[in-house]
């Protein structure tokens, strides 16, 4: 186990914010964690779990101990009737496995190409796009708990997931999805050390949203495969979305709001071009970078963090490259909350960041 003090954590996290952690140790695997957990001074400490540092707004130096999870390796575990079961280890970037997958003949995770971040940090969010989400294709994982160095198991249903939700998102005493009651929540109590995933053998193309749908219709075919979706929507989101080396930034930084039918179609009555989609349950999900471009806000900025230019649900870190320091937390989050204002103020709906406050 290999201690360090004064960390820089700017190449740690998507959005380039300079900032150190006090301390921190690297999570090869479980013995590295064991090994913190038993130590006299460190094992008593907070600790703060860190993946990719593709979906954290860091807003000063971390105190907390943190334990950067580098634990690799890929396999299948198994087939069953009906799948494949494959595991990757927590510290695998997630766009690498989802190309290996498709490299061994395991099709299922092309829709959530280009995804940044972490395997192990993909069931914390429930990471999703084009149609499918993490909880579509997950078969479980393995955990250590933090308090008790015990490592257990968890299935789809226990890992409680919602949209971009789940159980280590929340902490003791919430009522999470599918329960009538108060849980005891894994938030900052759990490092997730491997995923499992369960890839149909009989596998089938996810489609319908509009962009895929161009695609289908400039490529002229309606039956794409695994590579040529995965391919495609590769294109769209590099089309979108700012690359991270690039442009600092932790990808869609709200969750698109959901609504009831009424509240859509009041909102409809006022701006007819609202982008909307209607869900199973009855209710609409509304595309939260078409209210905050309806609120004028692309392009704009609070110091050195703006708002990107082609796509507005991305905030970005316009300062990365520059001789300075770039974007600070505290500038991403004032412009972060100034969105909200507006389009509360504008629709009386209160946008929910993604990303987690550091």
Partial sequence: ????????????????????????????????????????????????????????????????????????GRRLVEETEKAFILEAGAGENWHDFVTWTLDQGYPGLENMALIPGTVGASPVQNVGAYGVELQDRFESLDAVDLATGKVFTLNA???AFGYRDSIFKHGAGAVLTGSASPTLGLKDRALILRVRFALPKAWKPVLGYADIEKKMAEHACTQPSAKQLFDWVCDVRRAKLPDPDVIGNAGSFFKNPTVTAEQCADIIARDPKVVHYRLDDGSVKLAAGWLIDSCGWRGKSVGQAGVYEKQALVLVNRGVGTDGQGATGGEVMTLAKAIQTSVYERFGIRLEPEPVVV
Wanted: aromatic fraction near 4%; glycine fraction near 8%; charged fraction near 15%.
């Fill in 157 to 159: 249903a226990q890992c």
């Fill in 1 to 72: 186990m290999l201690v360090e003090n004064n960390v820089p954590l700017q190449a740690f996290n998507t959005f380039h914010i300079v900032a150190k952690a006090l301390t921190l140790v690297r999570i090869k695997g479980e013995s590295d964690l064991q090994a913190v957990l038993q130590h006299p001074e460190l094992g008593v400490q907070s600790k703060f779990v860190l993946g990719g540092g593709s979906n954290i707004v860091i807003t000063g130096d971390v105190k907390p101990l943190v334990l950067k999870v580098e634990v690799v």
